[in-house]
């Protein structure tokens, strides 16, 4: 990932000896070499995990503690490096570029719950030339606070859009949570007289009370049916210990594991710290979020297996929207945008295509 286009006023020759403390850092933590400076973190190999284990090294040696979000936008050591030669932090756009491209307009993606922008794999393979940003949650750098509100969070995402793309005409996907957002940001577009090209909700739903009755029936059906399943599958003790959970009850620890309070505490910016806060934040604004009537289309997909969401999306969303059309990929909610992410990127890219002619 790369958004060193967003960032400004940063050095371009950071010194040798900073450069060559973060190799070090980074080929012991990726445990590969060599590494040259302007090959990218997520590229290498690297996961969340291992971005806050680069992070933490990095504050021991450079006595400099950093957000694990500072990643997204310094994704090579050569501009972390210049990052960490910076006296002061710039203020991080919640735009992060998954794939760069030459053709107007960009495209948007918005981050599912817990506020990353994890989709470089699929960005990778929507085959079209314009740019392709991730949307990420205000707070995941653990420097401001996360926002409570879909509402703010769009307009939040709309101040951002309308520096970097000032004139339309818009393409927003969102998956799951991200459906929201991005729908909340096209309701807004579309008042404030701005052309929105394409909206794609990826298994976006809103809170169940949002449901039609008949909706909300069946899938209470469906996810007390799916609960007896897993139970049936799992072995005794961890089946016993989900009843017990919903009593608010828990088994006593297994000999030799260690309480939950002595486990190593990570930095207040790691993103297992920051992502986990994000998270919470977000399902309590889902569940205050009404979605309103959208006056365009709206395109959905949907996986070939959904184990506790509704099996219909048109039955909850056709009467939200002018126009509502819904295509199937292989996978399940996380498979779609995990292995499966090719199927997706694929029906994309035909969305983009058509859109943009």
């Not at 992060?96 to 948007?108: M, T, W």
Request: charged share 25%; glycine share 8%.
């Amino acid at each position: 990932m790369s958004g060193g286009a967003l960032l400004k006023e940063r050095p371009d020759n950071p010194s040798g000896e900073t450069i060559e403390t973060l190799t070090q850092i980074w080929q012991r933590v990726l445990q590969r070499s060599p590494i040259g400076p302007g090959e990218k973190f997520y590229a290498l190999g690297g996961t969340d995990e291992l971005a806050d284990r680069t992070f933490a090294e990095i504050a021991q040696v450079f006595n400099r503690q950093l957000p694990t979000a500072t990643i997204c936008f310094a994704p090579t050591i050569a501009e972390l490096a210049a990052m960490l030669e910076r006296p002061n932090l710039p203020r991080f756009s919640p735009f992060v570029l998954l794939k760069a491209g030459s053709k107007h307009p960009p495209i948007f993606i918005g981050h599912g719950v817990g506020g990353r922008a994890s989709f470089s794999e699929l960005a990778k393979h929507i085959r079209t030339e314009n740019p392709i940003y991730g949307i990420q949650a205000r707070g995941v750098d653990g420097l401001e606070p996360p926002l409570g509100r879909i509402e703010d969070m769009a307009e939040y995402y709309l101040d951002a859009l309308r520096e970097l793309q000032p004139q339309d005409p818009y393409v927003l996907i969102g998956y799951s949570y991200g459906g929201l957002i991005a729908l909340e940001m096209a309701q807004r577009l579309l008042k404030s007289g701005k052309r929105v090209a394409l909206l794609a909700m990826v298994d976006t739903y809103p809170d169940p009370r949002y449901f039609p009755l008949g909706e909300r029936l069946s899938l209470g059906a469906k996810k007390i049916k799916n609960h007896l399943s897993d139970l049936r599958r799992k072995p005794m003790r961890i089946a016993f210990a989900n009843v017990l959970r919903a009593f608010g009850q828990r088994l006593p620890a297994r000999e030799g594991r260690k309480p939950h309070s002595l486990a190593k505490k990570t930095s207040g910016l790691s993103f297992a710290e920051t992502t986990e806060r994000v998270k919470q934040i977000d399902f309590l604004a889902m569940k205050r979020y009404r979605p309103s009537f959208y006056p365009g289309k709206i395109k959905f997909v949907r996986p070939e297996t959904n184990a506790y969401l509704p099996n219909d999306p048109a039955a909850v969303w056709k009467h939200l929207a002018e126009k509502f059309e819904v295509e199937t990929v292989p996978g399940d909610h996380l498979g779609m945008v995990g292995k499966h992410f090719e199927e997706l990127a694929a029906v994309l890219t035909g969305y983009v295509k058509a859109a943009l002619g």
